[in-house]
């Protein structure tokens, strides 16, 4: 498992979750961490991203609501999200993107998905 993810759980509309994905096995500070969602019938969108320079991607709907960081000396990427709202409401997936050194054939680039999180949000 290259991506471990946690923090998901129900909360009412207004409330706040954060999630937090662990990379332990890949040079964590060259990825590009994100976090992606899917809703029940729906396909997977991307929530946010951060650059390994610190650079900060945001879907409209988590604009001005969620927060994205990394640490590089833990290997972690988390979520805040903040005044959740109904739609909200999806299995959260951390991505990580980047470029491994293999033998003979030299860089390749990897996708890593975490596990998935729950998260609810009610009235």
């Known amino acids: 498992v290259q991506l471990q993810a946690s923090g998901g759980g129900s909360v009412r509309a207004g409330g706040s979750l954060r999630l937090s994905c662990a990379a332990p096995?890949?040079?964590?500070?060259?990825?590009?961490m994100a976090w992606f969602r899917q809703s029940l019938g729906k396909e997977r969108v991307l929530v946010a991203s951060?650059?390994?320079?610190?650079?900060?991607n945001y879907a409209d709907s988590a604009l001005g609501r969620f927060t994205i960081s990394r640490d590089d000396a833990k290997k972690t990427v988390n979520l805040q999200m903040n005044n959740l709202k109904l739609e909200d409401t999806a299995v959260y997936y951390c991505n990580a993107k980047g470029w491994e050194e293999k033998p003979v054939v030299g860089p390749v680039p990897y996708s890593y998905w975490g596990q998935g999180t729950q998260v609810t949000v009610s009235s």
């Open positions: 951060i650059s390994r320079r610190g650079t900060t």
């Open positions: 096995r890949i040079t964590f500070e060259d990825a590009t």
